[in-house]
């Protein structure tokens, strides 16, 4: 059975940085495109980088362009999220997910892009 784990959620102030993993097993991770989501209370499930099998592919949502960056090491089978000025906007649960293919073609950020997730991990920034 495939197995996603988020880890590294966090209390932080805004300006902050945190860094988000996600361990995967039972999966050829290095074939797969990842993704990250995440879910504020009240708000749909949003699609926030993707990264492709190789790593040198990545997408990110407008919102976070520029202070979050994901990466992975398909050696570890681990996806990392590293966020940086953090904004109270940002608070929500963060999700990792496995793609059906090995690039970010799709659109990337459509949670039908992805057939297997992790359980979540907080992340809550304040002001």
């Known amino acids: 059975q495939v197995q996603l784990a988020e880890s590294g959620g966090d209390s932080v102030q805004a300006g902050g940085s945190l860094r988000l993993a996600c361990t995967v097993s039972?999966?050829?991770?290095?074939?797969?495109?990842m993704g990250w989501f995440r879910q504020a209370p009240g708000k749909e499930r949003e699609g926030i980088s993707c990264?492709?099998?190789?790593?040198?592919?990545?997408y990110y949502t407008d919102s976070v362009k520029g202070r979050f960056t994901t990466s992975r090491d398909n050696a570890k089978n681990t996806l990392y999220l590293e966020m940086n000025m953090l904004k109270p906007e940002d608070t929500a649960m963060y999700y990792c997910?496995?793609?059906?293919?090995?690039?970010?073609?799709?659109?990337?950020?459509?949670?039908?892009?992805?057939?297997?997730w992790g359980k979540g991990t907080q992340v809550t920034v304040s002001s």
């Open positions: 997910a496995a793609g059906t293919t090995s690039d970010c073609s799709g659109p990337w950020s459509g949670k039908e892009k992805y057939n297997y």
């Open positions: 039972r999966l050829s991770f290095r074939l797969y495109a």
């Open positions: 990264i492709g099998s190789n790593g040198l592919e990545t």
